[in-house]
């Protein structure tokens, strides 16, 4: 026997009048699955209320983040990828940045932009892994370069925000050499005592990793973050060992010393006004 039922046979909702919520009001947390309202992330800077989890943004979010009332100047906006290589695996490397810009609204996979943090001027690149994976090819490490150089000539700190696949396989070499080419560029940072800040998080891998995401003066980065060369499938099949519990993750770095902190997203902002604040 059901506990309620109709006093009138045939009453529906008519489509039209249901009600639903608008796309994009609501999301689920990746970790533990609960409905999170769209205003209520931005409010939190993008972490579960619930769980705390740090849901993966990119630069527009971060620059929010960071940035005193989001004003800034974005730097080299127009730099674009070319083929030197005519590649082609499923469709020709072309076509795919065109897509990924197409459906990103970006050039390609970072955005360097210079403003106030707390009223501290600092040069600020971030990476986007919606492009293309966050992967490092010749744009990627032009604009990290030439950012060093603004640095150099305003003499003001910089930082890297760093997610990221690692290299771009479309541009082979060209992107392998970006590593040598940023590591070069920070090392001149460091001779001018400019500092330079990096901000690991969740992924940052491959050849990023092996370059400019770890030369930081200090190195910083978002709890849960996954952060290694190789990965962890790979590295277990090649050393033929099971891999200790919550390898490569931020805290295991951090107790491994490759890490100087972590720090939760919502309290990034102050930490980083912190430090300019002492290396003014």
Not at 121 to 142: H, K, L, Q, W, Y
Not at 167 to 186: C, V
Not at 204 to 209: H, Q, S
Not at 238 to 244: A, F, Q, V, W
Request: net charge positive.
């Amino acid at each position: 026997m059901s506990w309620f039922k109709r006093n009138k046979a045939g009453i529906k909702t008519a489509t039209e009048h249901k009600k639903e919520a608008p796309d994009g009001m609501w999301n689920k947390c990746p970790s533990c699955k609960k409905p999170l309202l769209n205003i209520e992330q931005i409010e939190n800077n993008y972490v579960c209320q619930y769980c705390d989890y740090h849901i993966r943004i990119g630069s527009a979010q971060y620059f929010s983040i960071l940035f005193d009332d989001n004003e800034f100047t974005e730097l080299f906006p127009n730099l674009v990828s070319g083929d030197p290589l005519n590649f082609v695996d499923s469709k020709p490397y072309p076509e795919r940045l065109a897509q990924s810009q197409a459906k990103t609204g970006l050039k390609d996979a970072i955005r360097c932009g210079v403003g106030k943090v707390n009223g501290h001027e600092i040069v600020i690149a971030c990476m986007d892994f919606n492009f293309i994976g966050g992967s490092m090819g010749s744009v990627v490490g032009e604009k990290i370069a030439r950012s060093i150089d603004y640095s150099l000539e305003h003499k003001i700190p910089f930082m890297i925000i760093s997610k990221s696949g690692g290299a771009r396989m479309m541009e082979a070499a060209f992107s392998l050499m970006q590593m040598a080419k940023t590591s070069a560029k920070l090392a001149l940072l460091n001779e001018a005592k400019i500092p330079y800040i990096c901000l690991l998080t969740d992924p940052t891998t491959g050849g990023v990793t092996a370059s400019f995401a770890m030369l930081g003066d200090i190195n910083i980065a978002e709890p849960g973050a996954l952060i290694g060369f190789a990965g962890p499938r790979v590295i277990k099949e090649t050393i033929k060992k099971d891999l200790p519990k919550g390898f490569q993750t931020s805290e295991f770095l951090l107790e491994h010393g490759f890490l100087d902190f972590i720090v939760d997203r919502r309290n990034l902002k102050e930490k980083l006004s912190s430090f300019l604040g002492m290396v003014k």
